[in-house]
């Protein structure tokens, strides 16, 4: 049974840093893509960084958000990480880790992605 369970979210001000992981098992991890999305209140799931399988681990971003998340993965521990810096209110939202078994894929939809966390939330007090 695979399990994506995210963690590290909580109440925060303006301008903190704060950092999310997500531990899989139940599958390959090493072999999947994996990414964080995030949903606001009455907004569509938005993808915010992922990683897929390639030599380098290399992450890739969602073209409409600010330099101010890092994401990377730890293929020894199964575990996904994302750090957001200097946080805004507008990041204010449950963020969800997702996997896809195409471990070549940079896709930011989330309809390709095969199983999914139950989130965790963050809220960004001003």
């Known amino acids: 049974q695979v399990q994506l369970v995210e963690s590290g979210g909580g109440l925060v001000q303006t301008g903190d840093s704060l950092g999310l992981s997500c531990a899989a098992s139940g599958l390959t991890f090493k072999t999947y893509t994996v990414s964080w999305f995030r949903q606001a209140p009455g907004k569509e799931r938005e993808f915010v960084a992922g990683?897929?399988?390639?030599?380098?681990?290399?992450?890739f971003y969602s073209d409409y958000l600010e330099d101010r998340f890092s994401t990377f993965r730890d293929d020894d521990k199964n575990i996904l990480y994302l750090r957001i810096d200097s946080l805004k209110p507008g990041d204010t939202a449950v963020y969800f880790c997702?996997?896809?078994?195409?471990?070549?894929?940079?896709?930011?939809?989330?309809?390709?992605?095969?199983?999914w966390g139950q989130g965790t939330q963050v809220t960004v007090s001003s």
């Open positions: 997702a996997a896809d078994d195409d471990g070549g894929s940079q896709s930011r939809h989330a309809a390709d992605y095969d199983y």
């Open positions: 990683v897929n399988t390639w030599r380098r681990r290399s992450a």
